[in-house]
């Protein structure tokens, strides 16, 4: 994110007359690279509510509820906080070229035990104490175990009432056996002559070559100019799929949400949505709802497999209306508890660099994103859109394709990204994460409209604490029109941050969820002089903008502002609690800031979204994604085609494609809206 030069004149000069502010900022914390293991080669929704009309549901904890004080301390006291793995295999995790035996040495007194389902070593009863070498063979013909879950318990997407209109049949089937690519994975630890356990250890091993396993590698590599990035993930099955205490299951609490439906409504299911608004066990939040896995990071390319990382760590169903789909995203949480702090390597490349010039190669929290809304059609719709945009006054997540393994089993296609936790601040940002609170929009979720996502309010303080100031200001003024009142605004709220923020979700009309939901802001509480990122104002961050062009040439022509928002005026009015819409209708109230605007969202036609280059960058994610596509439809039968995914009407990269050719010509259209209410 980088803001520009003139905003700390706004810092300086508040009570004076300003036309905006803006500023550029340089500061970051020490990263710590991860070492590199050597190379095994082969031969191988919704849509969001009016504000006036919430739905009256107890408020439920926000999606990074968590105490994460034990993350990101500094490298030397991670290296003694992390349980080292008591068990070394013989070889590393990799691809290669025939079968072979994997010999297990321990790394501390007592006798190994391992499993190969996935299983915990040090509480499964498939645990096998380990005697001889371990057998690896290709298991392209073994049964599907993970893969064999019905989709009906598991999604609430592809439903439809069944005939008496009391329950749900799915209209898709799990895939065939040959239809999902498998490894072997194995998990393993010492026990000890007490009892207790050493750290677990855990590889996975690919019996072939790497694009027998992954069909498209070659093209996605080339295109992209690096290996492709593939995590093995193994964890008990229960946690998973059992239906008390299983996280990516309906399970019991849809069970009881659909009794009580049945018997209070007295009625019958009347449409296949009923499912998604149910209850169920992974629309659960918080750490009660996480469970422990392995996860293995590598860098898969056409000539073998290079493991990067390999430690356990925390994992929760990611998402909101998404959790109910048949693919759901992940959230992986590196805790000291489970083996270590951080995930320490350059995930999103050597570079990705911090605001002090530092590469990013440490991260507390990864995010599995299956594509949110798009995640049956082109998925990379929502981090399309971000990557033209890394450089505004705005936060962004890096990303990158990834394929998942969970259990030894081709589990789909994945985004993998960034999250936006405290750590993500002071990694990026160099301020102190203790400091940082954010706020998370969702006028569907809660009665005020919004969550506070990171950060802890004041003993009987009310949630919306950090936002007092602000939502004062708006109480005490109509408007921000004169330069004091302006400039006592941009105290609160980093006006360039509030303009880049609104001109890239209008310039791509990000509708139907945003702005009621899908919007986040945040801020250092105290202020430290040494560091303009910690000056105690809000600042926007974008996130599940998949909805940007989604419709194709039919939302080029669209007035955003106009049509947002759900009011009369739309992003213009100020009849709405929404916090972050406010802090834009009232700076538009400002002739110097409204001009500004108007020259940045016009710009964004010329620069960061001007079309030729757009439309290559477009061309350059397609032609990274796309080769992998054949093998997720066919391990998700029927939900969708790498046809449509591609020239589909709805979601799918032609619908961009188109939306890119005409947006530029009706961005006109929305700045005399504006001069038609406001001037």
Known sequence: ??????????????????????????????????????????????????????????????????????????????????????????QASGVY?????ISLTAAEEGDIYYTTDGSDPTTSETAVKYENAIAVSDRKNDPNVVSAVAPLLIAGNFNEPNSEKNGFVSTVSAPADSAVDKCTSIRAAVKRADGSFGGIANA????????????????????????L??????????????????????????????EKFLSSKRSRIKDAEQARQMDANYKQRGKEWERRASVSFMEFGTDGAEEKFSQDCGIRIQGNYSRSDLQKGLRLYARKEYGGSNFRYAVFGEDYLNDAGEVMDKFDTLVLRAGGNCAFTAKFNDTYWQSLVHESACDTKHSRPCVVYLNGEYWGLYVLEEDYSNDFFEDVHGVDKSQVVVYKGDAETYKQGYKLDEGKVPDGKPENYYLADLNSFFAMHKDASSDEDYAALCEL???????????IECWINNKWDWPGKNWSMWRTIEKDPDNPYADGRFRFMLYDVEFGGVSGKSDASTNTIREDNYKPKGLLDMGTNNPAVLCFAYMMTNEGFRNEFYDRIQGLSENEFEKTAALAKLQAFEDE??????????????????????SGGYASIQCIRDFLEERADNIDRLVKYCEKNLS
């Not at 694009?211 to 080339?222: D, F, N, R, T, V």
């Open 625 to 646: 994604y796309s080769p992998l596509y054949d093998q997720f439809f066919e391990r998700y039968p029927d939900t969708g085609s790498t046809e449509n995914a591609v």
């Open 493 to 503: 709220a980093d006006p360039q941050s509030v303009m880049d923020y609104f001109a």
């Open 229 to 258: 990035a593939v995590i093995s993930l193994s964890m008990e099955y229960d946690d998973l799929f059992d239906s008390t205490k299983g996280i990516y299951v309906k399970g019991d609490l849809f069970d009881a949400d659909m």
């Open 1 to 90: 994110m980088k803001i520009k030069g003139t905003q700390l004149i706004a810092l300086v000069m508040a009570v004076l007359t300003l036309a905006s502010c803006g500023g550029k900022a340089e500061s970051g914390k020490d990263s710590t690279k991860n070492t590199d293991s050597g190379k095994t080669v082969s031969s191988e929704g919704g849509e969001t509510s009016n504000e006036e009309e919430k739905p009256d549901t107890e408020e439920k904890p926000s999606e990074n509820e968590d105490e994460k004080t034990d993350k990101g301390e500094k490298s030397e006291k991670d290296e003694k906080e992390v349980i080292p793995p008591s068990v070394e295999f013989s």
């Open 204 to 227: 996975s091993y690919f019996i072939g070559t790497p694009e027998e396993h992954i069909k498209g590698l070659a093209e996605s590599c080339k295109a992209a100019g690096h290996d």
């Open 97 to 101: 070229p025939a079968g072979l035996e």
